[in-house]
């Protein structure tokens, strides 16, 4: 099945900044509210269930070793068609 992307945003910002928008959906996580984004043209609302996949990652783009470029990536996945289901990946601990 192709992947589609319905909304995609790429803007630099402080730290205190992308806290700002990570809470703000953390927020309407927790209160199981649609979260809308926009950027320009671009708007989308996406209301996840109750239960999601939560998946983290961290890359390094360039040589082996040495410098290069590092991402720290957060992505909620979840079947449109059903409302969630458990999976166990193990506990994540973020410190």
Known sequence: ????TLFKSESK???AEIAAYLRSVADSLEAGTPITLKSGKQE???DPPNR???EVEVEREGPR???GELSLE?????DERESGSDGGGGELVIE
Do not use: N, Q
Request: hydrophobic share 50%; glycine share 4%; proline share 5%.
């Open 52 to 54: 999601v996949t939560f």
């Open 44 to 46: 989308v609302t996406v």
């Open 65 to 67: 070793l040495g410098s």
């Open 1 to 4: 099945m192709p992947e589609v």
């Open 74 to 78: 957060f992505e909620l996945e979840w």
């Open 13 to 15: 910002f402080t730290r």
